[in-house]
């Protein structure tokens, strides 16, 4: 699989492959860590969430590692197929009442 | 239903136009939201709406007014906008204090000439 040690802007993986997205955050008073999809044309859907007593959590075909002492936060997708083509951003709540999003990352899966 | 549907999808309108953006759910959410997002960057808030009564209002001018006429509809009323305002416009909507599960429309793609 492809994986970035550092957030890029970009990320090109070959269908099947694993792919991991990789996100830095800046408040360590945030409660949860999320990721969300957006695909062209579309708003932004929930993927997975973690709380920030955790270091890890799956769900369907997705992982999301939380790494507190370096304040990282990463989304692994197994198995990438078309359909994961799209831009996933990572976001946080450290004022508890609003979403503070990162930059976002483009996925782009090869046939 | 885990739609929110938002009207119209493409909106074109002049500097000195009035125009509104329109956002159903019927998941029994009682937060509403409104975003902006410019191309290729995140979304940014502009108004949270609580039991259908103004929470948060992120210093957005003036000629963005929202409203929220009832538990399902969220309405965004625009006026004497500039050509910066164009953007993508997004509603969403929560159970309240559960801001970390959004739930996003398509959005409005609205430009300003």
């Known amino acids: 699989g492809e994986s970035v040690g550092l957030h890029l802007p970009t990320l090109s993986v070959q269908e099947g492959d694993n792919s991991i997205i990789n996100c830095a955050y800046s408040n360590s008073a945030s409660d949860y860590f999320i990721w969300y999809k957006q695909e062209s044309g579309k708003g932004p859907q929930f993927i997975i969430d973690?709380?920030?007593?955790?270091d890890k959590r799956q769900g369907q075909r997705v992982t999301v590692l939380l790494n507190k002492t370096v304040k990282h936060l990463s989304l692994q997708i197994a198995a990438t197929q078309p359909g994961d083509s799209a831009v996933y951003f990572c976001?946080?709540?450290?004022?508890?009442?609003?979403?503070?999003f990162g930059a976002g990352t483009t996925v782009t899966v090869r046939a | 239903d885990t739609e929110v549907t938002q009207t119209p999808k493409h909106l074109v309108m002049g500097m000195t136009n009035k125009k509104s953006l329109k956002c159903e759910q019927h998941?029994?959410?009682?937060?509403m939201y409104w975003y902006k997002q410019k191309a290729k960057k995140p979304p940014e808030l502009m108004f949270v709406?609580?039991?259908?009564?103004?929470?948060i209002n992120e210093s957005v001018p003036s000629r963005f007014s929202p409203e929220c006429p009832n538990s399902s509809l969220l309405n965004l009323h625009l006026h004497a906008l500039q050509p910066e305002d164009s953007a993508l416009y997004l509603c969403?909507?929560?159970?309240?204090?559960?801001?970390?599960?959004?739930?996003f429309g398509s959005g409005t793609q609205l430009s300003v000439l």
């Open positions: 709406y609580s039991y259908e009564k103004l929470s």
């Open positions: 976001a946080e709540n450290p004022l508890g009442y609003k979403l503070s």
């Open positions: 973690i709380r920030s007593n955790m």
């Open positions: 969403a909507s929560s159970q309240v204090g559960v801001v970390e599960k959004l739930f």
């Open positions: 998941m029994g959410h009682r937060a």
